[in-house]
């Protein structure tokens, strides 16, 4: 394990940065190649997966849209699609009412006020019915190469145990990321740090041990 660096409790803001771009140059060795876990051919497919991906995971979502999507090619085909038959369909994905309920509610919208293109900033995306800042920064970074903080589960619990931050509101946090994060790093952060999550820094018994940034965080074998 690195040598534990130490974080002083009233740690500036000018130092906490430099950790911040410390921990954003390991993240880079370690998960070159992270991406979002959603599978997806095109900006439509990656908002209707980050749709059904509330309370769900990535891997169950992936099981139930490639027929999905077969079957509604476009945002007009969504709009149209019978509510109780999209429930049917999505229903592994859990809150499958409230989901089909959003879903053809932003596909009539893109249909009717977008010609059927999801739009490309953030005030068109979270006017969207079951869009908020997340999934539009999940569709802004990953599909429209567009930076953003995708304050997930994982960005949330890691980000305050790395002391980035010390709230709990996501658009807190996303902000506060925004601070410390170089920009052009934003979406990659995201993806890797939720990778990081997803494999060592567990929600119960991290493996601090096996942790790359360890030595910069004020929380390393205290959880």
């Known amino acids: 394990m690195n040598k534990k660096t130490s974080i002083k409790k009233s740690e500036s803001q000018k130092a906490k940065k430099e950790r911040a771009r410390e921990i954003v140059s390991i993240l880079e ?41 077969e079957k509604y090619p476009t945002a007009a085909h969504f709009s149209r699609a019978d509510r109780l038959e999209l429930e049917d369909e999505i229903h592994s994905c859990g809150f499958f009412r409230a989901k089909a309920k959003s879903i053809i509610g932003c596909a009539t919208a893109l249909a009717e006020d977008h010609d059927g293109v999801v739009p490309k900033t953030m005030d068109e995306l979270t006017k969207l019915a079951g869009v908020g800042r997340k999934t539009a920064n999940v569709v802004l970074g990953n599909y429209y190469g567009v930076p953003g903080i995708i304050v997930d589960t994982h960005i949330k619990r890691l980000s305050n ?48 041990d096996d942790c790359a940034v360890s030595h910069l965080c004020p929380s390393a074998g205290k959880v």
């Open 29 to 69: 060795e370690e998960y070159p190649k992270a991406r979002c876990h959603l599978d997806y051919e095109s900006a439509l497919e990656l908002l209707i997966g980050c749709i059904l991906s509330a309370q769900c995971t990535d891997k169950m979502v992936n099981t139930v849209t490639p027929g999905l999507f």
């Open 161 to 208: 145990r790395l002391n980035l931050t010390q709230n709990s509101d996501p658009t807190k946090i996303e902000f506060d990321l925004h601070k410390l994060i170089p920009e052009e790093k934003w979406t990659f952060f995201s993806n890797s740090l939720g990778d990081h999550g997803r494999t060592v820094c567990f929600a119960r018994k991290p493996k601090c």
